[in-house]
């Protein structure tokens, strides 16, 4: 790779891509409920309304890692990018229910694009220190709901339009700067020779990387996690609204809170947990305060145990995604990185396609407190699997 930037430049420049691109989803995601219940939305249809989104990413995740392998993930990043800014156009003139349920489709689609940007940290990251730069896509989520919702509700004070147009600028100006100043991290001499070695092996090994039984209880975890995390995320402004009086701002601060310590957890604390527990040994631990945060948000009493519940909640998905994604790719050659990384995407996608509906349906039917406690028992069921998980089995996988 000579000629390119050092790793950790690259790094630096993918951070500051994927950031600005979660920025924008940040600014969004907490008003779809408000915005979707303005054209008569029930509990089910914004659940559903969330799916869409995942459902679009699972069915485009995977064609984008394959792409990302063959052609680089350089152009597949800005592909992607320009995807998500005609959405976020789409979703600030939106005058009806179906065509906020198009923007979240075409922005599922621009936003497909996570796993090829786990793979360019894979191409430059040693497998010691992938699950802590790796947390560096956690950190961008997290900062993402740290910025993202508390810009969105201000902008929302201004004028219905600005949310969606505060984030199309964001991501179209993102896209300008990834086009001049991120490199490709898979060189054309080094996609050729994969191409050229694992072309005629590529879906037997992908195949028989997905069919090892280790991977799959892996792919079963991250369904789990991914789940039980998106079941809370469709009705808590309804829940918060509800329960607290919680307006669109106060529900933006909240998901920044959750973002600030999903942030720290990812970004800095699981780069020095790894080394010390291991990656299975971090998901067990992290459970706890994952199925502990769900179970008291469903419980809150006051917004003091509802800001325990979020933390809680934060510091247990903190722990668990960049050691999960990292897991993941190790299971997988090197040939077939951005293919399994967007199968454990698409795996994920399938989980925010599930979750939300799943929440929907409860909220209408049980009431506003059992989306949380049945995404608790998700946890839980999550947390029993990580226990017959060991490093030793996923490393036969690879």
Not at 225 to 251: K, S
């Amino acid at each position: 790779m000579s000629g390119s930037p050092p790793s950790r430049t690259r790094l630096s420049l993918l951070f500051l891509t994927v950031l600005l691109d979660l920025v924008g989803f940040g600014i969004v995601l907490p008003l779809l409920p408000f915005y979707a219940t303005r054209f008569g939305a029930s509990g089910t249809q914004v659940g559903l309304l969330v799916t869409v989104y995942s459902l679009a990413q699972l069915v485009t995740a995977p064609v984008w890692g394959r792409l990302s392998d063959r052609r680089g993930r350089r152009p597949i990043l800005l592909i992607g990018l320009a995807g998500s800014t005609v959405s976020y156009l789409v979703f600030a003139w939106a005058d009806s229910l179906w065509v906020l349920f198009l923007s979240r489709v075409m922005a599922g689609i621009g936003g497909a694009t996570v796993p090829v940007a786990q793979a360019y940290i894979a191409d430059v990251t040693p497998p010691e220190r992938r699950a802590g730069n790796l947390g560096l896509i956690g950190a961008a989520f997290g900062i993402g709901f740290i910025v993202g919702p508390a810009l969105g509700g201000t902008l929302a004070v201004l004028s219905p339009h600005a949310p969606g147009l505060g984030a199309a600028v964001l991501c179209g100006v993102n896209g300008v700067l990834a086009f001049f100043f991120l490199p490709e991290s898979l060189p054309p001499e080094e996609r050729h020779l994969l191409a050229q070695t694992h072309k005629r092996g590529r879906w037997q090994a992908l195949r028989g990387a997905l069919a090892h039984p280790a991977t799959l209880r892996l792919l079963v975890l991250f369904f789990l996690f991914n789940m039980a995390f998106a079941a809370m995320q469709p009705t808590f402004p309804l829940f918060g609204a509800r329960r607290f009086g919680l307006t669109e701002r106060d529900v933006g601060h909240l998901f920044a809170l959750l973002g600030t310590v999903s942030a720290a957890v990812q970004g800095l604390l699981v780069r020095r947990l790894v080394p010390r527990l291991g990656e299975v040994r971090l998901i067990r631990w992290a459970s706890l305060p994952f199925c502990g945060g769900l179970l008291l948000l469903g419980y809150s009493p006051s917004l003091s145990a509802l800001l325990v519940a979020l933390a809680l909640l934060a510091l247990g998905f903190g722990g668990t995604l960049p050691a999960m994604t990292s897991l993941l790719s190790r299971a997988a050659a090197p040939a077939i990185q951005g293919s399994v990384l967007g199968v454990g995407q698409s795996v994920g996608s399938l989980a925010r396609i599930a979750g939300p509906f799943l929440a929907g349906v409860v909220y209408d039917v049980g009431g506003m407190a059992w989306p949380y406690w049945t995404s608790a028992l998700l946890a839980g069921m999550a947390a029993l699997v990580a226990l017959s998980l060991t490093h030793h089995q996923l490393s036969q996988s690879a």
